[in-house]
């Protein structure tokens, strides 16, 4: 996926807008990070915005008027804007002006402009994050666990999970690699059980 993005962006003319949606934890903040690090090998300067940044109609002006080209990225998107300040990237990321910058917004939610959706002159790319992929799962385990033997345990110990995200299974994957445990071993230390779910997502039952 990094390497699509970073490949359209480069051929296209404007701007060019890149969506994530998901959970988190889903592997979402992985693939930005992963595109802004491409980005600054190629010379390319990486901005976030957040909470702190100033008004969001300040910003869109000044992205506006930046002759450099730029990755741009807002993590948790609506967090940042809301809808009624959503309206004002629109123009932008039509990219009527002369920029060319290539904008990652990641979101946990659907609170997103509607007028953003169906229309990839706005946003190009929309990828959708959910629990992860079972051929993904074990790809990754084959690859990073380094007791092989215990491959198919952990495949199997991981799917308790209803929704499994990137999060767990790395970090269960760097425990059983660090202390030399089975995976029940590794999961009873760390902050995943599947006692945390609910049909949404993770999130502890004593605040549901």
């Not at 998107?77 to 990641?106: C, M, N, P, Y």
């Not at 299974?169 to 609910?198: G, I, T």
Request: hydrophobic letters at 40%; one cysteine or more.
């Amino acid at each position: 996926r990094a390497e699509r993005v970073l490949a359209t962006f480069e051929q296209r003319a404007g701007n060019t807008g890149v969506m994530m949606s998901g959970e988190k934890g889903s592997g979402k903040t992985l693939l930005v990070k992963h595109i802004a690090t491409e980005a600054l090998k190629r010379g390319i300067s990486v901005v976030q915005i957040d909470g702190k940044s100033p008004n969001i109609a300040a910003t869109a002006d000044y992205l506006a008027k930046s002759d450099a080209s730029l990755v741009v990225v807002f993590d948790e998107f609506e967090k940042i804007i809301g809808r009624d300040d959503q309206v004002h990237l629109l123009s932008l990321l039509d990219g009527l002006g002369a920029t060319k910058h290539l904008f990652l917004l990641s979101s946990n939610s659907a609170r997103v402009d509607a007028r953003m959706m169906n229309r990839p002159g706005r946003i190009y790319y929309y990828f959708e994050y959910g629990a992860l992929e079972e051929a993904f799962v074990r790809e990754y385990v084959t690859d990073h666990l380094k007791d092989k033997s215990l491959i198919e345990k952990l495949c199997e110990s991981l799917k308790v999970f209803r929704c499994l995200n990137f999060d767990i299974m790395s970090a269960v994957v760097q425990e059983m690699n660090r202390y030399n445990e089975s995976p029940l071993q590794a999961m009873s230390w760390l902050n995943a059980s599947p006692a945390f779910e609910d049909s949404s997502g993770y999130r502890m039952k004593a605040f549901v």
